[in-house]
């Protein structure tokens, strides 16, 4: 196993740079998730980890070695692509034995480590079967047995479960686990798919326009959200983020269009401000006569609670509420906010205010 240290790195085609200066240090045996929209250089960064981009700038070290002009074969490293990667032509065996088979491994101890390999992904009935017969949740099963059996010091994964649908997804995220969990090996695992990232990850890297927007643990940047795009990035359905503005006395905070709802304490810190507030869907609830007026414009029941969009004032929020609570569209309600929950993001950089 080894950590990686990415130091200053960057990574331009031609004029165009994608990557501006990154910084990571990931632990040895940590599972770190790079997760941001598409375009934002998640991908590529992972493929200079992999070797299979170039570096323009800076350094990435793995375990104690600088492998900015090592070959890919030469980082000790495995990594599962998202489109499997299978040689259609060979059996599940002999795609999962292959990378061994080049390296001069002898054919006794490529059996052994094969039917090891199965046995861990449950594909020993697979092994004689061709790509083309096999489920999506199945090749992806043999291309992470690919990846086993060469015992890297890293895996890299780049987003392998994109192609498979909703319940097949939640499947593998348990089984990509519990390889973490009996390994302890090194992962950086890359996905557009916030869920994924939440669940898997011990350290999240957000990344946003070839620049990391931070790195902590699921829990901080659910909890704690270095800027307005974490906010919205992280967390399902997104943070409500509203224009406010705090009174000079902060004792009150009066929302666009008008609300105005009694400040905590901590909100002196942004006294007399403009401020955007950052609201989580679950920091909603009904309230009575001392709530703040609302109506109700989209009811999503879910089964264990309900998501609503309400109208409040000028602006919209989307509210977590129990099954059972009595909404309708076009219904009038009281919200209660609660603002000892709420973040204060600056309007002109989208920083937190603290």
Not at 181 to 189: A, K, L, S, V
Not at 242 to 266: E, Q, R
Not at 270 to 296: K, S
């Amino acid at each position: 196993m080894a950590g990686i240290e990415i130091a200053q790195v960057v990574k331009a085609y031609g004029s165009v740079p994608v990557i501006h200066g990154i910084d990571l240090s990931v632990r040895d045996g940590e599972f770190v998730v790079l997760v941001g929209p598409s375009g934002c250089g998640k991908s590529t960064l992972l493929r200079m980890i992999a070797g299979l981009e170039s570096v323009t700038g800076g350094t990435i070290r793995i375990g104690d070695r600088v492998v900015n002009d090592l070959p890919p074969r030469d980082r000790d490293i495995a990594m599962v692509f998202q489109d499997y990667a299978l040689y259609p032509h060979r059996t599940v065996a002999e795609n999962v034995g292959f990378g061994l088979r080049m390296r001069g491994v002898d054919a006794a101890t490529i059996a052994r480590k094969v039917n090891e390999a199965a046995e861990i992904l449950q594909i020993t009935h697979l092994l004689d079967r061709k790509p083309g017969q096999l489920s999506g949740g199945q090749r992806q099963r043999v291309a992470m047995g690919r990846a086993i059996v060469r015992d890297p010091k890293v895996f890299l994964f780049d987003e392998p479960l994109s192609n498979l649908d909703a319940q097949l997804r939640a499947e593998m995220r348990v089984e990509i686990k519990k390889l973490h969990q009996r390994f302890g090996t090194t992962i950086i695992y890359v996905t557009h798919d916030q869920v994924e990232a939440m669940t898997l990850a011990d350290r999240i890297a957000i990344l946003k326009a070839g620049h990391v927007e931070q790195f902590a643990t699921p829990d901080e940047v659910y909890r704690q959200p270095r800027s307005t795009f974490v906010a919205r990035f992280i967390g399902s359905p997104a943070m409500n983020i509203v224009p406010a503005k705090i009174v000079p006395d902060a004792t009150t905070i009066t929302l666009a269009g008008g609300a105005s709802v009694a400040a905590p304490a901590s909100f002196a810190r942004a006294r007399g401000r403009d401020v955007l507030l950052g609201l989580r869907a679950e920091h909603l609830r009904l309230a009575g006569a001392e709530g703040v007026p609302a109506r109700t414009v989209i009811v999503e029941p879910l089964g264990s609670d309900t998501l609503a969009l309400m109208q409040v004032g000028a602006v919209e929020m989307t509210g977590r509420f129990p099954p059972s609570a009595p909404l309708r569209a076009g219904g009038e309600v009281a919200l209660g906010l609660d603002l000892d929950q709420a973040h204060l993001f600056d309007p002109e950089t989208g920083l937190a205010i603290v």
